[in-house]
């Protein structure tokens, strides 16, 4: 991923970066391939929470478990990310498609105020 949605991520990373009650990490997804020199052969692993994992991953307001997909304007979640998401909510977390920084904070806000958080 780079472009449009890194700057999103990268605002939204330091704009919720400093608030007590939020953590969140970068959670890269995808399939590297590399030379094992033991087995003699390239292999392949897989890296990232799981497929359909969104980009950042943590813990929000009230300790639940807090997940957002980052989008640009026009980006569409495939179907396994909408998938993963709907995990986290059915699993009693808050999983979002987010396209801006403000998006995300108002989901940072949104969980404070059903928590009783500042
Ligand atoms: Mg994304």
Same mark, same amino acid.
């Given at each position: 991923m780079s472009g449009p949605e890194a700057a999103i991520q990268a605002e939204i990373r330091l704009v919720l970066g400093g608030e007590r009650d939020v953590a969140l990490w970068r959670n890269n997804v995808g399939l590297a391939e590399f030379w094992n020199e033991r087995l003699r052969r390239m292999v392949r692993v897989e890296y990232g929470l799981a497929v359909g994992s969104a980009d950042l991953v943590g813990i929000g307001p /009230? /300790?639940?478990?807090?997940?957002? #997909?980052?989008? $640009? #304007?026009? /980006?569409?979640? $495939?179907? #396994?990310?909408e998938r993963w998401l709907e995990l986290v909510r059915l699993k009693g977390g808050v999983g979002r498609v987010v396209r801006s920084a403000e998006e995300a904070v108002e989901v940072v806000r949104a969980m404070r105020a059903r928590t009783g958080g500042v």
């Amino acid at each position: 991923m780079s472009g449009p949605e890194a700057a999103i991520q990268a605002e939204i990373r330091l704009v919720l970066g400093g608030e007590r009650d939020v953590a969140l990490w970068r959670n890269n997804v995808g399939l590297a391939e590399f030379w094992n020199e033991r087995l003699r052969r390239m292999v392949r692993v897989e890296y990232g929470l799981a497929v359909g994992s969104a980009d950042l991953v943590g813990i929000g307001p /009230g /300790g639940t478990f807090l997940a957002l #997909e980052v989008k $640009t #304007e026009r /980006g569409r979640t $495939t179907p #396994e990310q909408e998938r993963w998401l709907e995990l986290v909510r059915l699993k009693g977390g808050v999983g979002r498609v987010v396209r801006s920084a403000e998006e995300a904070v108002e989901v940072v806000r949104a969980m404070r105020a059903r928590t009783g958080g500042v």
